[in-house]
């Protein structure tokens, strides 16, 4: 009677162990609702990121527009639309024969009219911390037509000649950290905007453009940071 009486204590003892079917469902239905939360929770922040991401790339490329803009704008005001153009990338390109005699390396009297207020606009640009804080380069580039010619040295003479006189012009782009965002390259006859070698070709091809380049690693490790945060 006794050893029915242990049986008995131990399999009662068990049931109270054991949890029952309906608990181990909830407890799973629990456990599931939990880790939709944190599935809600975590689409949530990744969403913000992106966001944030977005919002960067869309302020990066705003930058270069709005300093490619107030460039055009600028020489617009001295030379007339008709002679401004805007090329890949945001370039901002004035008719050569406008800033320099034919085959000449000096800025033309002409020509110092137009980029004396253009270095004045310049060092505003770069005082502007939301602007300059992702530039990197002003890049001044010479082209010439393809008339037979030294149009290797000519190009890069007139890009420097042109980064010369702005910051004579401006002596706030003859120093740091002003300086630093200003450079000068020829590309020769080998970039044209116009086929052909008609004179009208021959003469949108002599110009001088302003190429706006951006530090990517400033704004590339912006991008870091916010992506490390998740």
């Not at 049931?15 to 880790?35: K, R």
């Not at 020829?186 to 453009?209: M, V």
Request: hydrophobic share 40%.
């Amino acid at each position: 009677m006794r050893a029915r009486k242990d049986v008995f204590a131990e399999q009662h003892q068990e049931e109270i162990y054991w949890p029952s079917f309906t608990d181990m469902m909830a407890m799973m239905v629990l456990i599931m609702i939990f880790i939709a939360i944190l599935a809600y929770v975590q689409s949530i922040y990744n969403a913000y990121d992106q966001s944030q991401i977005k919002q960067e790339l869309h302020q990066v490329a705003d930058v270069k527009k709005h300093i490619s803009d107030l460039i055009e704008k600028q020489l617009e005001k001295n030379v007339g639309k008709d002679k401004v153009v805007r090329g890949p990338n945001n370039t901002i390109s004035v008719e050569g024969n406008i800033l320099f005699d034919t085959g000449s390396a000096e800025v033309s009297d002409k020509g110092k009219k137009v980029l004396t207020p253009l270095a004045d606009a310049l060092a505003e640009i770069i005082d502007e911390k939301d602007m300059s804080k992702y530039l990197y380069i002003i890049l001044v580039e010479g082209h010439t037509d393809s008339v037979p010619y030294d149009n290797w040295s000519l190009s890069t003479e007139r890009a420097v000649a042109v980064v010369k006189y702005l910051a004579k012009a401006n002596p706030k782009l003859s120093r740091l950290p002003y300086a630093q965002y200003l450079a000068a390259t020829g590309y020769s006859e080998y970039k044209p905007i116009a086929k052909g070698s008609s004179p009208a070709a021959l003469q949108k091809n002599r110009r001088i453009s302003f190429q706006i380049i951006l530090d990517d690693n400033k704004w590339q490790n912006k991008l870091k940071d916010i992506v490390n945060q998740q």
